[in-house]
């Protein structure tokens, strides 16, 4: 008898299409762009909507990113439908944003059977600046796996 315990992790396809039918991910546009072996990326090119009142891309999107791509990192490395949560997590953001697109990019540090803790940079790249990679963010997080019990 199959169990959740035996299944593969889901492939990089199935957790790409599951992300487009997220409604936060279509608001934002955000885009996997890899999850596979334990590594996650996330992308978002900035946009207006994007940006709060001083002109700058929001906090909240750049901890939306990476939190994401540590996510889809964690959901790589485990059997498909392991449901995970962040638990906690704490961001440095380094520099601004203003334009261009967003990366991040996550890694699994540590995994246990209940817990794990990933952590994530955020890149902006600005063709303004001759296509630039500047890290923008460094972010460590702490996620639930939330395994099945075996009957």
């Not at 885009?31 to 946009?47: C, F, K, L, P, T």
């Not at 485990?78 to 638990?87: E, F, G, K, Q, R």
């Not at 697109?101 to 540590?110: C, D, F, M, R, S």
């Amino acid at each position: 008898m199959s169990d959740v315990f035996e299944s593969e992790p889901p492939t990089l396809a199935e957790i790409q299409e599951m992300a487009q039918n997220a409604g936060y991910f279509q608001l934002l546009n955000l885009q996997i762009e890899n999850a596979q072996n334990g590594v996650g990326e996330a992308r978002i090119q900035v946009d207006a909507r994007l940006l709060h009142p001083q002109r700058l891309v929001h906090g909240g999107v750049i901890f939306t990113l990476a939190d994401t791509a540590m996510a889809m990192a964690l959901m790589s490395a485990l059997p498909a439908n392991t449901p995970v949560s962040t638990i906690e997590a704490k961001i440095n953001y380094l520099r601004p944003a203003r334009t261009g697109e967003l990366v991040a990019e996550a890694t699994i540090i540590h995994q246990g059977n209940t817990t794990a803790v990933l952590e994530a940079t955020v890149y902006n790249i600005d063709s303004s600046n001759g296509t630039e990679r500047l890290p923008i963010a460094k972010m460590l997080g702490t996620f639930n796996i939330q395994r099945a019990k075996r009957v």
